[in-house]
């Protein structure tokens, strides 16, 4: 008669709920910031919510230096301790720099002439090494007299010549434009020389 040795093994059974969703939807948080040549992260996401005894990893990978703006990103993982996964959807917020830049126009006086005369030139605060600003003034004067010269249009460039106007916070400091009359002298001539009357008026 042959005898034998049973030994009995109990494993784990596990029954997971039916209506457990297997797809996540992850969304990193935005921010903002005035440039200051650091780089912006924001190692945030927002709020969410794990099933019942699932882990989640994340890594981020998003930053943004430059004067612009760049999606938040990171990739992750969620998992429990089965080695069962949940398909992570990453959704990415904004980071965005911005440049804060005055532009203040140079008062202007001339002599008037006939001509139009405007303000020509500005002096720029707040823009890093190689960046540039073009300026266009609105209408000028071409009668004697004073007015305070708007901005038509202002235009920022960075390094690279990429307009990024949108991404500043433009300060517009107008100028008093001045155009004084032009003095004339006219003489008026009798019949001696000790008869001429000079008298004086402006245009």
């Known amino acids: 008669m042959n005898s034998f040795a049973?030994?009995?093994?109990?494993?784990?059974?596990t029954v997971l709920e039916k209506s457990?969703?297997?797809v996540i939807t992850l969304t990193s948080k935005s921010a903002s910031k005035t440039y200051d040549g650091t780089p912006l992260t924001k190692h945030e996401l927002q709020a969410y919510k794990l099933p019942e005894g699932f882990m989640l990893d994340v890594t981020?990978?998003?930053a943004q230096t430059a004067i612009g703006a760049s999606a938040n990103t990171f990739t992750a993982r969620a998992y429990?301790?089965?080695g069962q996964e949940l398909t992570v959807v990453c959704e990415y917020g904004m980071l965005e720099v911005f440049l804060n830049v005055t532009v203040n126009a140079y008062e202007m006086t001339y002599t008037y002439d006939g001509t139009?005369?405007?303000?020509?030139?500005?002096?720029?605060q707040g823009l890093p090494e190689g960046y540039r600003v073009e300026v266009e003034f609105g209408a000028g004067l071409t009668v004697a007299g004073s007015k305070n010269v708007v901005f038509a249009s202002v235009v920022v460039y960075d390094a690279q010549g990429n307009d990024i106007t949108d991404m500043c916070n433009l300060k517009l400091n107008t100028a008093k434009l001045t155009v004084l009359p032009r003095t004339l002298t006219v003489y008026v001539y009798g019949q001696s020389a000790e008869n001429i009357v000079p008298a004086q008026g402006s245009l």
């Open 6 to 13: 049973i030994t009995k093994e109990y494993g784990t059974l």
């Open 20 to 22: 457990l969703d297997w």
């Open 60 to 62: 981020f990978t998003g």
């Open 80 to 82: 429990n301790e089965l």
């Open 116 to 124: 139009e005369k405007n303000c020509e030139d500005v002096w720029v």
